[in-house]
């Protein structure tokens, strides 16, 4: 069963925020919300991850709802080097749980000039 | 700034040739992960190290094995090349605790012919 949706693919203008939604109905309580992206030809990269709370870093915003059913990543001012894949994935709040995270299909963002 | 560096970026060998991925990551985690991604399969765990001289199978070791002499090294070995192991190969690192977020090196392309 996979524990994230995603919409297969976005578009977004170069300079807008780009908004990717999650949806992950069945997480638990003690489970964080993370998001990577992978860029073409590369690594997936870490970008962001948050338990309830609103978080923010240089990269991105992550927006949880309050019963924490689903998630938004915000890229606040969009730009081509953006363009990649963005996964979302829920992992247990514990030691050993990098093992677990599933890469999923993930969300295609493509950023257009 | 924190590096997981892959020896190969792209690699050719022939079908029964034994062959070395190496992985070194400059952040001293405990915990080093292979995996491959395949179009349409996503990112799939190989082998995982939580600690040198140690491993774990993940979901398809068929095939290959790995190496953890130093904590700074993971080696992924394919005892005998096969075509079906033609992929892309990604390593990580991560920390161990409670958030554990995985820091990939850039992959080795591998072609098996």
């Known amino acids: 069963d996979a524990k994230t949706t995603q919409p297969t693919s976005m578009d977004c203008a170069e300079g807008r925020a780009a908004n990717l939604p999650c949806n992950h109905s069945?997480?638990?309580?003690?489970?964080?919300v993370y998001w990577y992206r992978q860029i073409h030809s590369q690594g997936p990269q870490y970008i962001i991850h948050g338990l309830k709370n609103n978080e923010t870093n240089e990269m991105a915003s992550l927006i949880i709802t309050e019963d924490r059913k689903s998630s938004t990543l915000i890229l606040p001012h969009a730009t081509l080097r953006d363009t990649a894949v963005y996964y979302c994935?829920?992992?247990?709040?514990?030691?050993?749980?990098?093992?677990?995270?599933?890469f999923g299909s993930g969300t295609q963002l493509t950023v257009l000039p | 700034d924190v590096k997981v560096t892959q020896s190969s970026r792209y690699l050719v060998k022939r079908t029964g040739e034994k062959v070395f991925l190496e992985c070194v990551q400059d952040m001293d985690h405990e915990n080093m992960f292979w995996y491959r991604q395949d179009p349409g399969l996503g990112l799939r765990l190989i082998y995982f190290?939580?600690?040198?001289?140690?491993?774990e199978k993940g979901d398809i070791p068929e095939g290959y094995s790995v190496s953890r002499e130093k904590k700074e090294r993971f080696s992924l070995i394919l005892e005998s090349a096969s075509t079906n192991q033609t992929s892309m190969y990604l390593c990580?690192?991560?920390?161990?605790?409670?958030?554990?977020?995985?820091?990939f090196g850039s992959g080795t392309q591998l072609s098996v012919l």
């Open positions: 994935i829920v992992s247990p709040i514990s030691s050993g749980s990098a093992r677990q995270l599933t």
């Open positions: 069945t997480i638990s309580g003690n489970e964080y």
């Open positions: 190290s939580y600690d040198v001289k140690m491993k």
């Open positions: 990580a690192s991560s920390s161990q605790g409670s958030n554990e977020k995985l820091f």
